[in-house]
């Protein structure tokens, strides 16, 4: 696994924050959950983001991924400053640009796992490639699924259907919010090893918010958070260190 962290050249940033703030409330009830982060990432990495709850970390994902907007500061993803785009514009970047993985599957149960991953493009009125869709299912392991609904499908082949869906638009960045915190041991690690197969093997970038050292040990670079304020950025070296750094954040 450490050798596959270190495959590929870092390929600039693909996405830039700087000075973002976030203020929910105002007076004496304002709280700051974000207090001046600059941050950036770079384009086919795998990065980790941790911190104690109220932290900012889900606060600051929001942000990057255009689902919330800063009280100040700028975010630019792939060379499109995001900061002042109006609600459709936001819409069309989320959709163009950008791939999500929540910690609930968010699927339509009506649709096949197929409709499903396929969703985002169907919306977008977007021809699927469909030598591209074959290699996306089969890499997540569903070439024997993709007729099957959701409640035919256990949560770990769901979250393998929400990866697929993510990664089928080709976006420039993935987003996972708690990826596998609904999920059992054996299918936390395999949504994990599909996460990080999609940076090495397809150059994708992912930006993951997670409370599990496992799974934070599986990145590329571990970014931790604490008042909202970034306080740490560096490579993860093991699941153990992880532990060990969390406790002093605690």
Do not use: C
Request: proline content about 5%; overall charge negative; cysteine-free.
């Amino acid at each position: 696994m450490e050798q596959d962290k270190q495959k590929g050249a870092p390929g600039g940033s693909i996405v830039t924050a700087r000075g973002l703030e976030r203020v929910y409330g105002e007076g004496e009830a304002a709280v700051r959950a974000l207090d001046g982060v600059d941050v950036e990432f770079e384009k086919g990495r795998f990065t980790s983001i941790m911190g104690p709850s109220g932290s900012g970390k889900s606060t600051l994902m929001h942000i990057l991924a255009g689902l919330d907007r800063p009280t100040a500061g700028t975010v630019e993803i792939d060379g499109v400053e995001i900061t002042d785009l109006d609600d459709g514009e936001l819409t069309e970047l989320r959709r163009d640009k950008l791939g999500f993985v929540f910690q609930f599957f968010n699927l339509l149960p009506v649709l096949t796992a197929e409709e499903n991953i396929l969703l985002p493009l169907t919306i977008a009125k977007r021809a699927p490639d469909p030598e591209w869709v074959d290699t996306v299912v089969e890499r997540v392991g569903l070439s024997d699924r993709r007729s099957h609904r959701p409640a035919e499908l256990s949560g770990g082949q769901q979250q393998r259907v929400a990866v697929a869906r993510a990664l089928v638009t080709k976006p420039a960045v993935l987003f996972a919010d708690e990826p596998t915190g609904n999920l059992d041991s054996k299918s936390s690690a395999d949504v994990l090893e599909l996460l990080r197969g999609a940076v090495d093997e397809f150059d994708q970038t992912v930006i993951m918010v997670t409370h599990e050292p496992d799974a934070a040990a599986h990145g590329d670079r571990l970014i931790a958070l604490r008042d909202g304020r970034l306080v740490h950025d560096a490579p993860p070296v093991s699941a153990d260190a992880v532990i060990e750094l969390l406790k002093t954040l605690a």
